[in-house]
C-alpha cells in the first residue's frame, strides 16, 4: 500500500507539470515513461482509485488530477510545522514555503536562542516551548523532524503529545511513537550509501558487456 501512495503521489506531480506545459490529455503508457513506471502499474494504480482512461484520448490531465486531489484529500491546504532549523531545516523551509497552495509551513522550532525569533524564508521560528500553543492554534497534523539523532525521539513524544499524526523524520534513528501515528523516515545517509552501491556495481556491470 505504501508503495502504491508514493507512485500515486509522483503521478499527480508530473501531471501537474504536464498540465503546466499546455498538455490536456496522457496516455497510460506516457506516464509511464515519465514515472519510470510500467504502462501496466501506471493503469492498475488509477484503476484502484476509481479512473480509467479511453483508448483514443488516454487519460484526461485536469480530472485525472481532480480524482488524485480527492484521494488524497487535499482540496485544503494542509498546515505543517519543522522542528530543528539547522541548515537541513532551513533548506526545507525554503523548499516547502516556495508554495503555500500545497502545504502551509505555518511555523519552525528551535531550541537555539539565536535561531529562535528570527524568520527563514518568511516563516517564522519560535521556541519548543511554543509548539502546543501553535499546534492548537493551526490545527498542524505533520510534523517535520531534523534535529539531532539524540534529540529526535524526545521531540517526536513532543509532537505526538500535541496530537501531530504524522512525522516526516530526517533524523538518523528510528522513532517509537503509537500506531496511530505515521512515520515516514529519510535517512539521507544511507540512500547516499544506496546510490554509490548501485553506482558502483553499474558501472561494474558495464564493464563486463564490454560498455565501457
Do not use: W
Not at 502499474?41 to 481532480?66: C, F, Q, S, W
Amino acid at each position: 500500500m505504501e508503495k502504491t501512495i508514493e507512485r500515486l503521489a509522483l503521478y499527480r506531480r508530473l501531471l501537474k507539470n504536464q498540465s503546466g506545459k499546455g498538455n490536456t490529455h496522457i496516455f497510460s503508457h506516457q506516464l509511464a515513461g515519465i514515472s519510470g513506471y510500467s504502462a501496466a502499474i501506471v493503469r492498475r494504480d488509477l484503476m484502484n482509485i476509481g479512473y480509467y482512461g479511453t483508448p483514443r484520448h488516454g487519460y484526461e490531465i485536469k480530472a485525472l488530477i481532480d480524482c488524485l486531489n480527492v484521494f488524497f484529500n487535499k482540496p485544503e491546504v494542509k498546515s505543517l510545522i519543522l522542528v530543528g532549523a539547522g541548515n537541513l531545516g532551513r533548506a526545507l523551509i525554503a523548499y516547502f514555503i516556495k508554495d503555500k497552495t500545497e502545504y502551509n509551513l505555518i511555523a519552525a522550532f528551535d531550541s537555539d536562542p539565536l535561531k529562535v525569533n528570527l524568520k527563514y524564508n518568511g516563516c517564522p521560528c519560535y521556541s519548543l516551548e511554543k509548539i502546543p500553543e501553535l499546534i492548537a492554534a493551526s490545527q498542524a497534523s505533520v510534523g517535520i523532524i531534523t534535529v539531532p539523532a539524540e534529540n529526535a525521539q524526545s521531540v517526536a513524544d513532543l509532537l505526538v503529545e500535541n496530537k501531530i499524526k504524522g512525522i516526516l523524520n530526517f533524523a538518523p534513528v528510528s522513532l517509537t511513537v503509537p500506531e496511530s501515528v505515521y512515520v515516514e523516515n529519510v535517512d539521507l545517509a544511507l540512500m547516499l550509501e544506496k546510490v554509490l552501491y548501485f553506482s558502483v556495481h553499474h558501472r561494474e556491470g558495464e564493464k563486463k558487456n564490454g560498455m565501457t
